[in-house]
């Protein structure tokens, strides 16, 4: 989690499915009482909060202030810290290492796991799920299509996303001394809310940093554009449907 600019009440207002979903990642994560565990990229700690409510001891850590600052004001007996997904250290060995739906906007996977590595204990576990190979493909390479056709950019220099295949992520964990025992890429269409306004909030929200150097006009302009491009397949009475598609895993320190 590189750090970056991010609109706290605009998550926690229009994007709680990014917490709701991660439910179920926490069911397999399956902390368990007096557990140490990281919740990395902990957004505005609504799942730390889930995993300290069964009894585990958790920090977590985010790369945007204002979300730890929204996170430390929601729940204020858990810790929580600025901290780089890329870089960042804890002060003992840790039982588990929990992601949801940050790590794909870190592009440096490597740095990434040997952080996580490093932090566990052996045979601690790290548990994660995040944008796969695929996710968003819709909406990403629309856009994309939009501001490259003006000149000024290109796909390269736009995407802020890493979105890995099975065997590439598994394969780095491997490398890293980690035993992959379970590993899935599946499609997760996800409404979202506002209704009409959902793809504008969303790019809003998450495209932030590839239209910031637009002006509030260009902005407006390139997101009717892509709403008028992807209603025929991604708009359905009356919601926006992200076209998401999750990588889920579960890896061991060996």
Known sequence: MPETSWNADLYEGK???????????VELLSPQPGERILDLGCGTGQ???????????VMGIDSSAAMITKAEANYPT????????????????????????????????????SCIRQALKPGGRFV?????????YAIASTLFSILE?????????????????????????EKQGFDVTYAVLFDRPTPLADKEAGLANWIRMFASTIL???????????????????????????TWIADYRRLRVVAIKS
């Open 128 to 136: 994660a799920e995040f944008g796969g190979k695929g996710n968003i």
């Open 47 to 57: 799942l730390t909060e889930k995993i300290a409510s069964l009894g585990a001891e």
């Open 212 to 238: 910031a150097k637009y002006s509030a006009a260009e902005q407006d302009s390139v997101i009717a554009t892509l709403e008028q491009r992807l209603k025929p397949t991604l708009y359905r009475d009356g």
């Open 149 to 173: 056709s003006t000149g000024s950019t290109t796909l390269e220099s736009l995407n802020p996303w890493y979105f890995p295949s099975i065997g590439d992520y598994a394969t780095r964990l």
């Open 15 to 25: 994007h709680a499915f990014v917490w709701q979903y991660g439910a179920d990642i």
């Open 78 to 113: 858990i810790p929580f810290a600025v901290a780089d997904a890329r870089n960042f250290q804890v002060a003992q060995p840790l039982d588990a290492v929990f992601s949801n739906a940050a790590l794909h906007w870190v592009k440096e996977a490597d740095a990434v796991i």
